[in-house]
């Protein structure tokens, strides 16, 4: 497990989640005029991969299910990220349900967990992630909820452990609504210093895991926008006041802000900690839609589009490196 952080934590290098569950690829691909089909599905995420040189700013990639059963001309996709020294991960978690009848949704897939793992492991990956959403409204998160969803993730990272693979776990408090700045930092402190406190009392060993965050933003409709500065020094204060030092990496998630917002953000918030040293953690990034958005708008589901659609996914992916740096 050591090993597999060591390998994704690198110096330039970051993680691209290229994981979207069914519903979430067709959703952007129907915003695209696209119908998702798994040979559609396959042909973007094979533009992607095959992306020459990505090596130099990808660590690790994590996979939906399907992409981790299918293969690009006659290899599997998780070799052709391997012989590319990229190490592969896998989403095991299964979306979300309504929570006793609220607006709050916790994650499914606790069930079965430990077979499928096997049979992943079996495939190629080497590790995993848990996604679990927070909204916050004036009500929400209840503690009844929080202690639901982040007692699944504890259960979650548990099971990877004891399986000896690498637990990645994702509470992602959502950009949506209409927050303040200070009710997200309020928000995202008390959501990972519960997570921290259960993950201890369920025996996780959190120095073997990478936890995912998202940045402390105002919510998307405050019709408020903030610096990146504001944005770094709520995030940092965040988690100097949530997560244990003996944590060694934090990724963040971009969360739906445009693409050179959550880049700029990264980037204040590594510039800003390597001169306050809110933490020791290393801190990167696993973007999807920030690394994603514009190569896939370019391809558009032609094959024609796919050498300039890499180009671009390349350009993203280098000024990303830069921004996990500091040196934007
Ligand atoms: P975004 O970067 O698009 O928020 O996705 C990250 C992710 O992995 C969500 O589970």
Not at 35 to 50: A, G, I
Not at 108 to 118: A, F, P, S, W
Not at 269 to 286: A, M, Q, Y
Request: glycine share 6%.
């Amino acid at each position: 497990m050591k090993d597999t952080v060591r390998k994704l934590l690198v110096h330039y290098k970051g993680i691209l989640a290229a994981d979207e569950s069914t519903p979430s690829i067709t959703k952007r691909f129907s915003d695209l005029g696209l119908v998702s089909t798994p040979e559609l599905n396959k042909e973007y995420r094979e533009m992607l991969f095959t992306t020459p040189d990505i090596e130099k700013y990808i660590s690790g990639v994590i996979l939906f299910d399907e992409t981790l059963r299918q293969k690009a001309q006659g290899e599997p996709f998780a070799e052709i990220l391997k012989n590319k020294g990229i190490v592969v991960g896998i989403k095991v978690d299964q979306g979300l349900e309504s929570f006793k009848d609220t607006d709050q949704k916790t994650t499914k897939g606790i069930n079965g967990l430990k077979e499928r793992l096997e049979e992943y492991k079996k495939l190629g990956a080497e590790f995993t992630k848990w996604r679990g959403v927070i909204n916050i409204s004036d009500l929400y998160p209840t503690d009844e909820f929080l202690d639901d969803t982040l007692g699944k993730m504890a259960d979650y990272a548990k099971i990877v452990q004891d399986l000896e693979m690498l637990p990645i776990v994702e509470p992602e408090v959502l950009y949506d609504g209409k927050h303040t700045n200070t009710r997200c930092e309020e928000v995202t402190t008390k959501v990972l210093k519960k997570l921290f406190e259960i993950l201890k009392q369920k025996n996780v060993d959190v120095t073997n895991l990478i936890l995912k965050a998202s940045m402390v933003l105002p919510g998307k409709d405050s019709g408020v926008s903030v610096m990146p500065l504001e944005v770094s020094n709520s995030t940092l204060r965040s988690f100097q006041n949530s997560v244990p030092q003996e944590v060694f990496g934090i990724v963040f998630l971009s969360g739906g802000q445009a693409p050179d917002q959550a880049i700029f953000n990264l980037n204040e918030i590594v510039k800003l900690n390597k001169e306050k040293h809110f933490g020791p953690w290393d801190l990167s990034f696993s973007f999807s839609r920030a690394l994603q958005q514009d190569a896939m708008s370019i391809w558009s589901g032609k094959k024609e589009n796919v050498i300039i659609a890499q180009e671009k996914f390349l350009e993203v992916l280098k000024k990303t490196s830069l921004a996990r740096e500091g040196e934007l």
